[in-house]
């Protein structure tokens, strides 16, 4: 019985896992088929795999979309850490006056819709000279990434034992000396699942983009965007670039994995 059970149980776990990668495997099939046999319907799996999609995107310019993703996703997010991971250390550890209001005002700045905010930032961007660039895009998603790497890190750092730090400190560290030294190390996989997921939420970011860039600063997803056209929806390309946004994302969870379900079980979902 026990047996059935586990092999029931691993069965229902695949089973899932299919159905959520289903959707994803879907679009890497479709990136390879002609735009004909894209919108046959019922759809067919029996076709002549072709490059011609791959071949329209690259000759479309991705690769200058995907560079503009990966430069405002990285620096953004690396912009966000300096500021987001010291803020919540200090949020944590030390006896900040009002504390508690000071966190409530960080993750309230994410509650108004976007769209509430789209055109006074279309108005400063434009007084600034900083639409259509990735100067822009960079600031803006730093700041939506800011609240959430406080909130995520100060959850990992309320794990860290105060002792520890106080300890260092008598051994005549700095404050400084401590929080690299030693914090930090602790909190690693907490670091690394917070970054990933603050840039998951920048490579993907569409509204800001469409809204703000137009050329020159466009990212991936504002070309994905692109194949949406009066003569119809091209199904196939779009499936193509959607496949070269995904990859990235796709390596990257690989790689980092173990970090990832380190650190999403360290505490993160703790208050």
């Keep these: 019985m026990k047996k059935l059970t586990s092999g029931g149980l691993t069965f229902l776990t695949y089973l899932l896992a299919?159905?959520?990668?289903?959707?994803?495997?879907?679009?890497?099939?479709?990136?390879?088929?002609?735009?004909?046999?894209?919108?046959?319907?019922?759809?067919?799996?029996?076709f002549k795999p072709?490059?011609?999609?791959?071949?329209?995107?690259f000759d479309l310019g991705v690769v200058g979309y995907f560079l503009n993703s990966v430069t405002a996703t990285l620096v953004s997010t690396l912009i966000a850490l300096l500021i987001g991971v010291p803020a919540a250390y200090a949020l944590t550890m030390y006896r900040v006056?009002?504390?508690?209001?000071?966190?409530?005002?960080i993750i309230s700045t994410r509650f108004l819709?976007?769209?509430?905010?789209?055109?006074?930032?279309?108005?400063?961007?434009?007084?600034?000279?900083?639409?259509?660039?990735?100067?822009?895009?960079?600031?803006?998603?730093a700041g939506m990434n800011i609240p959430l790497i406080i909130w995520m890190m100060r959850s990992?750092?309320?794990?860290?034992?105060?002792?520890i730090i106080e300890a260092a400190q008598?051994?005549?560290?700095?404050?400084?000396?401590?929080?690299?030294?030693?914090?930090?190390?602790?909190?690693?996989?907490?670091?690394?699942s917070t970054?990933?997921?603050?840039?998951?939420?920048?490579?993907?970011?569409?509204?800001?983009?469409?809204?703000?860039?137009?050329?020159?600063?466009?990212t991936l997803p504002v070309y994905m965007a692109s194949f949406m056209t009066q003569e119809g929806l091209f199904w196939a390309s779009m499936s193509a670039a959607a496949t070269i946004a995904i990859l990235p994302v796709?390596?990257?969870?690989?790689?980092?994995?173990?970090?990832l379900v380190r650190g999403l079980t360290m505490g993160a979902v703790k208050g």
């Design 195 to 218: 970054a990933l997921l603050s840039m998951v939420f920048a490579w993907n970011e569409f509204f800001f983009a469409v809204t703000l860039s137009y050329h020159k600063a466009a």
């Design 113 to 141: 819709p976007i769209a509430g905010v789209i055109i006074p930032l279309y108005l400063i961007f434009k007084n600034l000279n900083l639409l259509d660039s990735l100067t822009g895009l960079i600031i803006l998603y």
């Design 18 to 46: 299919f159905l959520f990668f289903f959707p994803i495997l879907w679009v890497l099939i479709t990136g390879f088929k002609s735009e004909g046999e894209a919108v046959i319907i019922p759809p067919t799996i029996a």
């Design 97 to 105: 006056k009002r504390r508690d209001d000071i966190l409530f005002w």
């Design 156 to 163: 990992f750092f309320n794990d860290v034992s105060f002792e």
């Design 50 to 57: 072709t490059l011609e999609n791959y071949q329209v995107i």
């Design 250 to 259: 796709l390596i990257l969870g690989w790689f980092t994995q173990k970090q």
């Design 170 to 192: 008598i051994d005549g560290a700095t404050g400084i000396q401590s929080f690299f030294q030693i914090v930090l190390p602790l909190v690693r996989p907490g670091l690394v």
